[in-house]
Every structure is written in structure tokens, then in C-alpha cells.
């Protein structure tokens, strides 16, 4: 893994990581709403194109020379006392998460807009310190960094699912915090006994993490520590307690950003430490989770059927879906990481698009419940045609993202384990089920509720159509130009990726494949170049 | 029969009189009380620190016994003051009744 | 004839060492004086008195920092060290930031300010004596010094029964402690011959003449070690001897109860290094099972005690009780990064600590019951300038990154993993997740849920208009803000910003927290 100097000259890596902190402390200082709104999503926005810059610019491998590189890295000192340098730079994964996160971000930042009225100047700003914990995930190769990164996240979610949630929040936060605390605590404790068998914390150079494992029964624990940690953010079957609270009772734009991409950064802790830090533990383990992956994405998907309100039909496919992309990770082969990572990407745009069309359908029903529905698509044919959009893509059709990314995770696990492929196959049969029931029940089937009646509830100032309780004033018409703004790029980039997944997969595969060298040897030859 | 004393018995005296302090302050239930079987306990050290100073031959001892004395003499300015100003709200003292607050 | 001559050998650098101390020496006098003599109401004049004395034994101690200062002065009995001159930052910006508040709380209570500040100062000299001393007696007189004023200061609301019976449960469970620490102190000069530090380390190493070579091995020494624990455990309020500490907390008054909270402490805990992990560095077989358990009952204790709480002032008496754990689980560790995590940690622990307790002193002073946690229900809907710093203390009290408290929390247990004693961060660790809960409580009382009469100030915009994207009510800005006094803003203000900067780029601070260790180590001859 040789570590690439940076190829720009100047430090885009960081501009783009602390770009959004910046903006969310301007915003801080500015009272007037709209210059707030304006600096918000500006920031997001070039963010996200530095991001696609840098997805472009990344340098890929030539043929045979497969490596794992970190470029644009940016390293300085930081506390060497103790192990720590600010050290980022991004992989082939890496790059790929970071485009989505700055892409899913600026979806929810512009969301937040106009959906969220009350408090929406700190709203806006703990979104874009939400961002810049989350990049800083994705970009760190220092554990330590990694890791204040990765608490860091919770704080502005805390607050984000506490302050602006809906009715059960306090409890749903609560719950939220308990559980990634206790992931992420286990997780220091496993970094505290890293240092103390290594001297650094540090991920690649000679000296890194990665060229000196430390030994195997030490790694069965470790990975436990860490995979705990994931687990729970991502979340795997039996941690996943908290996620259907809490997705459903987080507003909307924050919801694109927890089930959009900090479940991507458990999943990519994954990838990014528990394989390579841990390659012979992940042997060991990977029928276990295998197994817990496996029941985790029937299980959701058996209760997405059975649900009513429509936010939890999304909340458990979601579910179900991140489990399937667990069970692609612990493939352990270059084909089920490939299409994990890939799909990633593709479960990340459609679970929004899903969760965006919950909240346009709330904002003009005043319900989330399938038996106060029927019929929507007659009233609003652009709601229905481009949620369609979205219902196919979780199909799995042919010719939109999800279908390449679920093709090569099931390759993958058939190579590992045949009757593993077949078990988790009837996923797709479930997925297709409560996918139909969905979109039947909602916009097809008699008019269940004409739009004068839907309107109850109390008036609250201060609050937009989108959000908890539901206002007397619901949005009468079809989608707003805005509405379609955010549905957009999500559209585009499934249809591009169904296409053209190479683009994705090229920068995704050559990291993959060292990595999983690394898991089956347990060594990586010729890693450790660099500085 | 030696019926001298020797340093190691005023070093006992000394453990006996801290102890009896501490068995003082732990068991009595008026302030002045607990307030003299603190005294006590200073001035058992006090002791002790005179017959290791005398022991050593290092007047260290002797100086510190000076300070303690002083010191203490502090104390008891200050505890009378404090128990002077809650008798005179509440017209009794006795540390069970000081429950306002559960501890 | 015996002819005594003595030559009294004390130069300028000798007194220039002990500088800050004088300053705040002669402050506390002049405070006295202005107390005495200028009539009528003297409140402000005080308090920026006060702030000025600091301010120059700051600058006095920033001094001797700066030029390294004198390893021992005034005959081996005090030192200025840098480790000395570091716990003095933290002790006097505690101070500082405890006079910032106070004026509030003495208009509503009817203090005297002059004595109030004379015996804060008087506080600060012995806890800066205590940080600096060489010399058991100096420690003991530092030690009785500081006691003896914040027993006063406790009791200061003299006509308020809390506040009576606080110092009064202070001052007797204290001078018990004291009488303990002096016990020891009295045996570990009988077991060496001698009452200063140095003089003592060198004899248990065994370097020294006339000191028996049985020292180390003597019952005594393990009584005295013993007996010394116990009263810094009183002191420091660690468990089981930690009794007194949620009362004394709840009834003293809030400025002293920060200001002890901290401070007092932070003296301590310097002295306790000095005397066990420097003096008595070479028998630490000796202490070192007792200070662990301590530290496992501690952090335990004081966690699980801290969730039933609903007082805010007895919740942080039990999170002080459970950062007393943490911290010695630093000391523990016995080794250089150990000893510069609790320097670095009561830099830490000043500015989130310090910043609760500003925000209690503060609703105290508006008139309501600010130490009931429930009372603060909503109040960020209120008041959210008064809410988010109080988040982020609590955030960094519960050890999230990036605040100054995952930071310091950090350096202490990777400091106890590398001295081996993994156990202890094991314990830690969990401990710290109980310790999330009772925290983010407070975080949840004040955000999360609504106060039933704030609902969002707002104009009702015309429900026959319909609503469009653009069309959002200027709503984020409640019109009705209430302005803090200055002197909290700028107090709570500051104690958040040094929990957040701590938190982010320690580096600084931490290399000073190294620098200040080697010294104190050069000075015992330890590596």
C-alpha cells in the first residue's frame, strides 16, 4: 500500500473535510435566515463538486500495478506523544463514499431548506458539522482520528433526532446514543490495546497498523471490540434495535443522512478496519455474521411486509438491505466486496428517494398509514411516476444501480457458500413484495381519502408541511419544482450507475483486491511503501 | 523490671490517644465532642512527632509540633464560629438533626 | 556555652520563586484593608480587585514557567517547579472564573464581598502552597490553609441553613481527614528522619546516611502510607471516603462549590504525586494495590450514584467523585505520560466543570431552583445561549470527542495501558458509559423536551395563504432572547471555548503537561 504524495499541491482532501465546519460556524455568526440558507447550501454544494473533482482525479492503477493507495493524503504532526498524526487521504472506497456523503448531504442540506422552519439556522448548522464528522470518517487513516471522527457524528445527531424529531424522539434518541455509545466505547478500548502492542496508530506506512497485525488470539477480541461498533452502526441483525426508532422519528434531511450515510460508515469500518486490521479474526468470524447477516435481511424484510405506516416499511428495507451488504463484505472475495461497496452507493441514493417520497406523501396526506391511502397517483402523477423510479430500483431491475450491486454480492457469497446465496436470494422475492405493496397501496386502488378530510391535527407555527404534527395547511397540489430538485440527481445517478457501474467498480476493485489478499494470506506482500 | 519509658511507649500512647480520637469522632453525636476528639487526634500526633524528633535527634519534629499546635488553635476558631452560627438559627446541635440534605 | 549563630541565607531568587504566592498573599491582605476602610457597597470594586490579583500571580507564575523557575527554594521546603507553576494555571483560572460569577450570587445573598474575596484568595494561596510545597510541613500548612477558608466559604451564606450545615459537615469530616494525612506524616518522618520530600525519597531509595536501611520494609512505613491515603482520599473525595461531598456541594454556595470543585483538587491531587509518586516513587508496591482499588471503587461508585441524582449540584459531586477515579487511574499508571494526563486533566476538568457550575450559579441568581435538574426543562426553547455551552460541558464531561474531556479521559487511559494495567481502563471504560447516561439526561432535559408554555415565538402566518417552498417564518430567531449578564457570558463563555480548543489542538497544552513532569521527575531523580 504504497501512499501516494499528494498530486494537487495544496490539501483538497481537507478543504473538503473542513469546508462544511467552516460554513456552519460563518452561519453562526450571520442572524439573517436567508444569507444562512444561501451559505449552507452553497458549501455543500461545492463540496460536493471538490469531491467529484477528486473522484475524477483519483489516479487509478495501472494494469499490474494493484495497489492499495491512499492519494491526495494530507499528513501533519498532531500529538506524537501519544500515537496520533492528522493523517487523511482517500482509497478507492473511500473516494466513491465521500462523493455520496457530499452528494447525500447537499440533497439534505437543500431539504432542510424549505421542510425544516423551526430553529432551521442551527439545524443547517449542525448538518454541516455533521458533515464534516462523517467525511472525516471516511478520509482518516489515523485511528485515532478515525475515531473522534466517528463520536463526533453522534453529537449533531443527537441533537438533530432529539430537537426536530417526532413524538417518541426523546426516546428514540435516547436509545440512538445508548447503543453507538456502547459500540463505540468497546471500540476505544480495542484502539487503547492496539497502541499498546504497536506504538502507532497510524493505518499504512511500514510502520502502520495494517503491515504488523497483531497476533491471533489478540485479533479475535479486537475484532469483536470493532465489529461491535459497526455492527451497531450499520446496523446488523440483532444491534439493530434502534434503527427503526430512530428512522422513524428523525426529520426528514436528517434521516437522508443517517440511513443515507452514517450507516455507509459502519459498513465501511468494515471494510476499511476490521479486514485488514483483522484478517485471520475475519476468517474466523465470517460464518457468524454471515449467519446473523443473513437472518438480519430476511427478518427486516419479513417486517417491512407487515408494516403500516410507510416510513417503517422504508426503515426495515433499509434495514434489511445493510445486512445484505454486510453479507456481501464477509464474502471475503474481491466480487462480494465489489458489489458491497457498490451497493452502498445504490442503497444509499434509493433508501432516500424512498424516504423523500414517504415525506411528500405525508406532506400532502397528513398520514404515514397505508389504510388512510390508495389511489395518490391518480391526484399526482409526478409523485407517482418518479417514486416508481425509486420502487424499481429497490426491485433490483436490470438497467438501475441496485441490480449490478446485488448481482456481484450474490456472486460473491455463491463462491463463498452456495446455500448461503440461495437462503439470502428469497430476500429479493421479499424486497419485490413489500416493494409492490407499497407503491400499490399508496398510489394505485380506490381513493381512499379525499384531500379535504386529511386535514386535522393542531396548528403549529413555526413548522412546514414536512414535519411532525401534522399542520392543518397540507401542500394541495403535485410535486413542488423543489420537490423534484431533490429527486433529480438521485434519478440521474441511479440510471448512470445502472449503466455504468464500471466507473464505480474500477476505482472500488483495486483497493478490493489487496484487501482481500491481505484477509486470505493474512499478509500483505509488498505493502508498506510510502511515507 | 526497666520501668523507664521508652520512645516506642509514647509512640503507643500516641497510636492509643489517635485512636480513641477516632473512636470519638465516629461515635459522638455533639459537635463540641467530636470537635475535642479531633483535637485529641492532632495532639496524639503531636506526641508522636516529639518522641521522633527526640529519637532522631532532628528538631524537624519539634517545629512541625509548633505548627500543628497553631494550626489547630485555627481550627477551633473557625468550628466554634460555624457552631455558634447554627446554634444561633436552630437553638440545638446535634449532627443528626444536620439532614437537611441526604447524604 | 552553646553560641547558636544562624545564617539565614534566603536571597531575592529565593523569594522571586515564591512570587505568585506573594501576590496573592498581599491581594488577600489589601482585599481586608478595602473592606475595612472604603464605605458603602463595594461589590464591583472587589471583584475587579479580585480578577486583577489573579491576573498578576498569573502572570508571576507565567513567569516562573517561562524561565524554568527554582527546583527548590527557601531551604528545600518549596519548589517552582514547572509541575508547581501548572497546577497553578489550573487553580487560578478556576479561581478567576469563580470570582467572574460571583457577583451575582452576592447581591442576592447579602454577602460581604471584601471577606468573601479575602478568604477566595486565601483558598488560592494555600492550594498554590499546596501544588509548590517540598516539605510535609508545608503541605500541612497549605493544606489547613486552604481547609480552613473554604470551610468558612462553605458556611459563607451564614443565615441559610444548606449553606450552615455544609460547612459545618466540611469542617469536621475534614480536620478528621487532616488529622489522618498528619498522622502518616508524623510516621514517614519517623521512618525517615526527615519531613522533606526529597530528603525522604532519597532515603527509601536508599541512598541516604543516617536513614536505616529497614525504612523501607518498617510496619511504620505502612501504617503512615496508609494513613496518608486515607486523607487525601477524604480530601479528594474518593470512595469510600467521599461522603461528605455531595452535601457539602449541594449546600455551599455555587461560586465555592466550583471553585472547590476544581481547584481543590487540582492541589491536592499535585501534592498526592509529589508525596506518592515521587517521594515514595521506589516502594510503590507498597500503595499501588490500595490506589487501585480506589480507583475500580471510584469510578463505580461514583457513576452508579451519579444516575440516581436529581440535583444538578449533588450530579456533579458524583461526577467529580467519578473524574477522582479516572484521574487516578492516570496516577496509577506511575509513569511520566500518567503523571502529565492528571496535569493535563484538571486543565480540562476546570473549564467543563467549572462552566456547569456557572450555569447553576447563574439560574440562581434569576431566582428559581437552579441545582433541580427538572427545573431545566426546555430551557434551551428559552434561553438556547445558556443551553449549548451547558451541552457542550456536559458533552465533554461524558467524554466525547472533541471536547477537552474525551481528550484528557484519552491520555489518562492510554497512559494506564502502557504502564499494563488494562484492567483499570476496562473498569473505566464501562464506567464512562454509565456516566453517558446521566449527562446526556441533563442535554435531554434541556433540548429535547419542550416546556409546556414555550411553544416557538412566532407570528401565525394567515391559514388561508398557502405554503410555499420559499415562504419560511423568521421563526429560528425567538424575539425575546434574554440577555446574560455580562460577567456569565464572558464566564460561561470562556469555559466553553477552553473545553472545546482543549479537545482539538491539545497539543500545546499537552507538551507543557509533559514538560511540567520532567521537571518534577528531574527533581526526584526519576527518569
Not at chain 3, 484492567?423 to 433540548?447: C, E, H, K, N, Q
Amino acid at each position: 500500500m504504497a501512499t501516494a504524495t499528494n498530486a494537487l499541491g495544496f490539501p483538497l482532501v481537507s478543504i473538503i473535510l473542513w469546508l462544511p465546519v467552516a460554513a456552519g460556524l460563518v452561519c453562526w455568526l450571520i442572524n439573517d435566515p436567508r444569507t444562512v440558507r444561501m451559505i449552507a447550501v452553497a458549501a455543500a454544494l461545492i463540496d460536493l463538486l471538490l469531491a467529484l473533482f477528486l473522484l475524477v482525479k483519483f489516479e487509478l492503477p495501472g494494469a499490474g500495478t494493484a495497489g492499495w493507495t491512499f492519494q491526495f493524503a494530507d499528513r501533519h504532526a498532531w500529538i506524537s506523544t501519544i500515537g496520533v498524526s492528522y493523517w487523511v487521504g482517500v482509497d478507492g472506497v473511500s473516494i466513491i463514499l465521500v462523493a455520496l456523503a457530499s452528494l447525500m448531504m447537499s440533497v439534505a442540506i437543500l431539504a432542510a431548506t424549505f421542510m425544516i422552519a423551526d430553529r432551521q439556522r442551527l439545524f443547517l448548522i449542525l448538518m454541516l458539522f455533521l458533515e464534516t464528522a462523517i467525511l472525516g470518517v471516511f478520509v482518516s487513516i489515523n485511528l485515532f482520528l478515525f475515531f473522534v471522527f466517528w463520536e463526533a457524528m453522534l453529537i449533531p445527531s443527537y441533537f438533530l433526532l432529539g430537537v426536530w424529531g417526532e413524538e417518541r424522539r426523546v426516546y428514540a434518541t435516547m436509545k440512538f446514543v445508548i447503543y453507538t455509545v456502547l459500540g463505540s466505547f468497546l471500540m476505544l478500548v480495542g484502539i487503547f490495546y492496539l497502541w499498546s502492542q504497536t506504538g502507532t496508530l497510524d493505518m499504512a506506512g511500514p510502520h502502520g497498523l495494517v503491515a504488523n497485525p497483531v497476533s491471533q488470539g489478540a485479533q479475535n477480541w479486537l475484532f469483536l471490540a470493532f465489529g461491535l461498533a459497526f455492527a451497531i452502526k450499520t446496523p446488523l441483525f440483532p444491534f439493530h434495535a434502534w434503527a427503526p426508532t430512530a428512522y422513524t422519528e428523525s426529520p426528514l434531511p436528517f434521516l437522508i443522512a443517517l440511513a443515507g450515510i452514517l450507516s455507509k460508515a459502519g459498513a465501511f469500518g468494515f471494510v476499511r478496519y476490521s479486514l485488514p486490521l483483522f484478517p485471520s479474526a475475519s476468517h474466523s468470524w465470517q460464518a457468524l455474521v454471515s449467519i446473523l447477516a443473513i437472518i438480519g435481511l430476511l427478518y427486516a424484510a419479513v417486517l417491512a411486509l407487515v408494516q403500516t405506516d410507510i416510513k417503517k416499511i422504508v426503515a426495515y428495507a433499509s434495514i434489511s438491505h445493510m445486512n445484505l451488504i454486510v453479507l456481501g463484505i464477509f464474502t471475503l472475495n474481491a466480487t462480494g466486496l465489489d458489489g458491497a461497496v457498490l451497493q452502498m452507493v445504490n442503497h444509499s441514493i434509493i433508501i432516500s428517494g424512498l424516504f423523500l417520497a414517504v415525506a411528500y406523501i405525508f406532506a400532502r396526506t397528513g398520514t404515514r398509514f397505508l389504510n388512510g391511502m390508495g389511489g395518490l397517483g391518480e391526484r399526482w402523477p409526478w409523485l407517482m411516476w418518479l417514486f416508481f423510479v425509486f420502487v424499481l430500483a429497490g426491485l433490483d431491475l436490470p438497467g438501475l444501480g441496485s441490480f449490478a450491486g446485488e448481482i456481484l454480492i450474490f456472486l460473491g457469497v455463491f463462491a463463498e457458500n452456495a446455500w448461503f446465496a440461495v437462503i439470502g436470494a428469497l430476500v429479493v422475492i421479499l424486497a419485490a413484495w413489500y416493494m409492490i405493496r407499497f407503491f400499490q397501496n399508496t398510489m394505485n386502488g380506490p381513493v381512499a381519502v379525499s384531500a379535504d378530510e386529511v386535514a386535522v391535527l393542531a396548528e403549529a407555527p413555526g413548522r412546514t408541511p414536512y414535519q411532525y404534527p401534522v399542520l392543518r395547511r397540507l401542500i394541495p397540489g403535485d410535486l413542488l419544482p423543489g420537490e423534484i430538485a431533490l429527486f433529480v440527481p438521485l434519478i440521474l445517478l441511479i440510471i448512470y450507475i445502472g449503466i455504468q457501474p464500471y466507473t464505480l467498480t474500477q476505482r472500488i476493485n483495486p483497493t478490493m483486491q489487496p484487501v482481500t489478499t491481505l484477509v486470505n494470506r493474512g499478509s500483505l506482500p509488498g505493502f508498506g511503501g510510502g511515507r | 523490671m526497666n520501668l523507664t519509658p521508652g520512645p516506642e511507649h509514647f509512640l503507643v500512647l500516641g497510636a492509643i490517644l489517635f485512636t480513641l480520637g477516632v473512636i470519638g469522632v465516629l461515635t459522638r453525636r455533639d459537635p463540641l465532642i467530636i470537635f475535642m476528639s479531633i483535637e485529641l487526634m492532632l495532639n496524639s500526633v503531636n506526641l508522636t512527632f516529639a518522641t521522633f524528633s527526640q529519637q532522631l535527634g532532628s528538631a524537624d519534629g519539634q517545629v512541625f509540633v509548633f505548627i500543628v499546635m497553631t494550626v489547630a488553635a485555627a481550627e477551633v476558631v473557625v468550628g466554634l464560629a460555624l457552631i455558634v452560627s447554627i446554634f444561633q438559627t436552630r437553638q440545638q446541635i446535634d449532627v443528626d438533626e444536620l439532614d437537611q440534605m441526604s447524604g | 556555652m552553646i553560641v547558636a549563630v544562624i545564617h539565614i541565607n534566603v536571597t531575592l531568587a529565593d523569594w522571586g520563586s515564591v512570587l505568585p504566592e506573594l501576590i496573592i498573599a498581599g491581594g488577600m491582605l489589601l482585599l481586608m484593608l478595602v473592606d475595612v476602610f472604603v464605605p458603602g457597597k463595594k461589590v464591583n470594586l472587589t471583584t475587579w480587585l479580585t480578577l486583577i490579583i489573579l491576573a498578576l500571580a498569573f502572570a508571576a507564575s507565567w513567569n516562573l514557567w517561562r524561565t524554568g523557575g527554582m527546583a527548590s527554594a527557601l531551604y528545600g521546603t518549596v519548589t517552582s517547579d514547572r509541575f508547581a507553576m501548572f497546577f497553578d494555571f489550573s487553580i487560578l483560572i478556576s479561581a478567576a472564573l469563580a470570582v467572574l460569577i460571583s457577583p451575582g450570587y452576592i447581591s442576592t445573598s447579602a454577602f460581604d464581598s471584601g471577606e468573601y474575596y479575602a478568604l477566595i484568595l486565601g483558598a488560592v494561596l494555600g492550594m498554590m502552597l499546596m501544588a509548590a510545597g517540598l516539605s510535609l510541613m508545608v503541605l500541612f500548612i497549605a493544606l489547613e490553609l486552604l481547609s480552613l477558608a473554604l470551610y468558612i466559604l462553605s458556611g459563607f451564606e451564614r443565615f441559610r441553613p444548606r449553606s450552615q450545615e455544609a460547612g459545618f459537615k466540611y469542617f469536621l469530616l475534614s480536620s478528621f481527614a487532616s488529622a489522618f494525612l498528619l498522622y502518616g506524616f508524623a510516621l514517614l518522618y519517623g521512618v525517615t528522619g526527615s519531613t522533606s520530600l526529597i530528603k525522604i525519597s532519597t532515603c527509601l531509595a536508599g541512598h541516604a546516611h543516617g536513614c536505616s536501611a529497614a525504612a523501607t520494609s518498617s510496619p511504620l512505613l505502612y501504617i503512615g502510607i496508609g494513613l496518608m491515603l486515607v486523607g487525601f482520599a477524604f480530601k479528594v473525595s474518593i470512595v469510600p471516603f467521599h461522603m461528605w461531598t455531595p452535601d457539602v456541594y449541594e449546600g455551599a454556595p455555587t461560586p465555592v462549590t466550583a471553585f472547590m470543585s476544581v481547584a481543590t483538587k487540582a492541589a491536592l491531587f499535585a501534592a498526592f504525586i509529589r508525596v506518592f509518586s515521587m517521594s515514595l516513587s521506589t516502594v510503590e508496591s507498597h500503595w499501588y494495590g490500595a490506589l487501585w482499588a480506589l480507583a475500580i471503587a471510584t469510578m463505580v461508585v461514583g457513576n452508579i450514584a451519579a444516575l440516581a441524582q436529581s440535583n444538578m449540584k449533588r450530579l456533579l459531586a458524583y461526577s467529580g467523585i467519578a473524574h477522582a477515579g479516572y484521574i487516578l487511574v492516570a496516577m496509577a499508571a506511575n509513569n511520566a505520560l500518567g503523571q502529565s494526563a492528571v496535569a493535563f486533566y484538571f486543565l480540562a476538568y476546570t473549564f467543563m466543570n467549572i462552566g456547569a457550575f456557572v450555569f447553576v450559579a447563574y439560574l440562581e441568581t434569576t431566582g428559581r431552583a437552579g441545582d433541580e435538574i427538572a427545573s431545566y426543562r426546555g430551557i434551551f426553547y428559552r434561553n438556547p445561549a445558556l443551553a449549548l455551552p451547558m451541552a457542550i460541558f456536559m458533552f465533554s464531561l461524558a467524554g466525547f470527542p472533541p471536547t477537552a474531556g474525551f481528550f484528557a479521559k484519552y491520555v489518562a487511559f492510554q497512559a494506564a495501558v502502557q504502564a499494563g494495567h488494562v484492567d483499570l481502563v476496562v473498569v473505566g471504560v464501562i464506567t464512562s458509559l454509565v456516566s453517558v447516561v446521566y449527562y446526556l439526561r441533563v442535554v435531554a432535559v434541556m433540548f429535547l423536551q419542550p416546556a409546556e408554555e414555550a411553544a416557538p415565538v412566532e407570528q401565525p402566518v394567515p391559514p388561508e395563504q398557502p405554503p410555499a417552498v420559499e415562504q419560511v417564518p423568521a421563526s429560528a430567531e425567538p424575539v425575546t432572547r434574554p440577555q446574560l449578564p455580562w460577567n456569565i457570558d464572558v464566564g460561561i463563555w470562556t469555559a466553553a471555548l477552553g473545553s472545546i480548543v482543549l479537545g482539538i489542538i491539545p497539543t500545546g497544552l499537552l507538551t507543557y503537561a509533559s514538560e511540567s513532569v520532567t521537571a518534577v521527575r528531574a527533581l526526584f531523580g526519576l527518569p
